[in-house]
């Protein structure tokens, strides 16, 4: 954030973009920062240096030799193969598709060049198709991170239960797809990030001191699925091509209302368990009131 201000206090988003366009044509690319050779060494950068630590703390800092060996460093190698495996279909499939379909969907409410006799819907319909594709999208995408489901099964083992893991998934989801939804409107609208930012964090404050302290913990946790490796490339994807489309100067913004956004639908979800919870309780305890009222009563 401060890095930001600086930036920002002493050039302009114009100008960052023009000398970021300049360097890329002069200067030529080299293997590893051009793709496939980037989601090669991406895949690789991953998974060795954490191999490789975990390898010293092991067996110089613990001196504790390593258990079968030939097994572990197969499937550290079978890891290492699927994370390139993954962002390289990351890359030229999921990316490739966000980004294509994000240029395009602005043709529902909008004249662009690709789109021939658009925009193709009256105004109000191409806005709800619009964002209802960035909310679907939103939707679909954190369900499949892998990270949600994880969270989701060690939620559920540490309350007994009592917050299921379909529960977690589905609000987390909810969370970000509304935040999606709303970061797509921001993009749409020109609005400031700011205007959106410090309402949606003022109310997350708010639940989280009426909250329930697991409930809190979690719902703060769960903010880091909007970082995984399924929505984070998407959803710029996405938001570059609604940027590059509208004619804005960037289509950031998108995961930082993505980020507070689960937040605010898990602490929700929390408070409506708790209050669930209690008023089940009470009912209990006015039944056993009315049990030992008939009980209790003189036959007649």
């Not at 060049?113 to 193709?120: A, G, R, W």
């Not at 999208?137 to 299921?164: D, H, M, Q, R, Y």
Request: glycine fraction near 10%; hydrophobic fraction near 55%.
């Amino acid at each position: 954030m401060l890095l930001t201000l600086y930036v920002a206090s002493t050039e302009s988003p114009e100008s960052i973009i023009a000398s970021a366009q300049a360097v890329a044509i002069v200067a030529e690319t080299p293997w590893y920062e051009s793709t496939p050779g980037v989601e090669i060494v991406g895949g690789i950068r991953a998974i060795v240096p954490l191999v490789i630590f975990l390898l010293l703390v092991m067996l110089v800092l613990l001196r504790e030799p390593i258990k079968n060996p030939k097994i572990i460093f197969f499937g550290i190698f079978l890891c290492v193969l699927g994370m390139v495996v993954f962002n390289l279909g990351l890359s030229y499939g999921l990316s490739l598709l966000g980004g294509q379909s994000g240029g395009l969907v602005p043709a529902a409410f909008t004249a662009i060049d690709k789109v021939e006799n658009s925009p193709l819907y009256f105004l109000a319909l191409g806005l709800f198709i619009a964002l209802t594709f960035a909310w679907l999208l939103g939707c679909g995408a954190t369900l499949a991170e892998p990270a949600l489901n994880a969270l989701g099964i060690t939620v559920e083992n540490l309350t007994n239960g009592s917050f299921k893991k379909s529960t977690l998934m589905y609000a987390v989801s909810l969370g970000v797809s509304c935040a999606i939804a709303i970061g797509v409107a921001k993009i749409i609208f020109s609005i400031p990030i700011a205007y959106l930012l410090v309402p949606d964090y003022l109310i997350a404050i708010m639940l989280t001191i009426i909250s329930h302290e697991e409930f809190v913990n979690i719902a703060w946790d769960s903010a880091g699925v909007t970082t995984g490796p399924v929505t984070v490339p998407l959803v710029l994807a996405m938001g570059l091509g609604f940027g590059n489309a509208l004619g804005a100067i960037e289509g950031f913004g998108i995961l930082s209302m993505a980020s507070i956004g689960p937040i605010i639908a898990v602490l929700s979800t929390g408070v409506y368990i708790r209050w669930k919870i209690s008023k089940r309780y009470a009912q209990d305890e006015q039944e056993q009131d009315v049990e030992s009222n008939i009980v209790g009563a003189p036959m007649v």
